[in-house]
């Protein structure tokens, strides 16, 4: 499976972004992809999942209400819509995908990673 994110960008505060995530060679739809975000010194942070099957959703505290995550099958493409953004949003954004359809929030359970892409709050 590869994964291939896009979207990335500089945005000022209160701003928005979308990123996409395409992903390629999955042969079953018992998988979830999500996205993760890593700070220089920092752990990587989990933000959205979404399972293939049945589209359910899964996000962290830090971005309900402002992030949502959504896919397109037909498209092998998952979306982070990603609204009222701030500076502590500032990361990499990785999109990672795993066999099985549990949505986990720490990253030992994704087999699959893309390169990432940079998003930047400005104050």
């Known amino acids: 499976v590869q994964l291939q994110a896009s979207g990335g960008g500089l945005v000022p505060a209160g701003g928005s972004l979308r990123l996409s995530c395409v992903s390629s060679?999955?042969?079953?739809?018992?998988?979830?992809t999500g996205w993760f975000r890593q700070v220089p010194g920092k752990e990587r942070e989990f933000i959205a999942g979404i399972r293939w099957s049945g589209g359910n959703t899964r996000y962290a505290d830090s971005v309900k209400g402002r992030f949502t995550i959504s896919k397109n099958s037909a498209k092998n493409t998952v979306i982070l819509q990603m609204n009222s953004l701030n500076p502590e949003d500032t990361a990499v954004y990785y999109c990672?995908?795993?066999?099985?359809?549990?949505?986990?929030?720490?990253?030992?359970?994704?087999?699959?990673w893309g390169q990432g892409t940079q998003v930047t709050v400005s104050s």
């Open positions: 060679g999955r042969t079953s739809n018992d998988a979830a």
């Open positions: 990672v995908l795993r066999w099985g359809s549990t949505i986990h929030t720490t990253s030992e359970w994704y087999s699959h």
